[in-house]
Nanobody
Framework: QVQLVESGGGLVQAGGSLRLSCAAS????????MGWFRQAPGKEREFVAT????????AYADSVKGRFTISRDNAKSTVSLEMNSLKPEDTALYYC?????????????????WGQGTQVTVSS
């Protein structure tokens, strides 16, 4: 079992930056792939980024590649999402998710555990 709590969301102007954090509890964290997803009003939840249990492998949605960076600290049981050059279309509720696997899944249905989300709003 993994419990996840996101933080760091807020209101930022286009071109600005935010850093999201996800604090995890539960012994399975270090053996779990971690992901970030987002959901805008009226839209389906979409993949943003994922990082392997070791932190050595990552994958990103094309829409955020080169602007967002995912990382994790297993000693602190945290995963972060550094978001730069933010655009209004990045506005969404951002979720942290976990799954016990060595793969890098990008489908929301592949993840077992979810946080409650943190809101990111980018103004133009």
């Amino acid at each position: 079992q993994v419990q996840l709590v996101e933080s760091g969301g807020g209101l930022v102007q286009a071109g600005g930056s935010l850093r999201l954090s996800c604090a995890a509890s539960g012994r399975a964290f270090s053996r779990s792939t971690m992901g970030w997803f987002r959901q805008a009003p009226g839209k389906e939840r979409e993949f943003v980024a994922t990082v392997s249990w070791s932190g050595s492998d990552t994958a990103y949605a094309d829409s955020v590649k080169g602007r967002f960076t995912i990382s994790r600290d297993n000693a602190k049981s945290t995963v972060s999402l550094e978001m730069n050059s933010l655009k209004p279309e990045d506005t969404a509720l951002y979720y942290c998710a976990a799954v016990r696997t060595f793969a890098l899944p990008t489908r929301a249905s592949d993840y077992q555990f979810w946080g409650q989300g943190t809101q990111v709003t980018v103004s133009s």
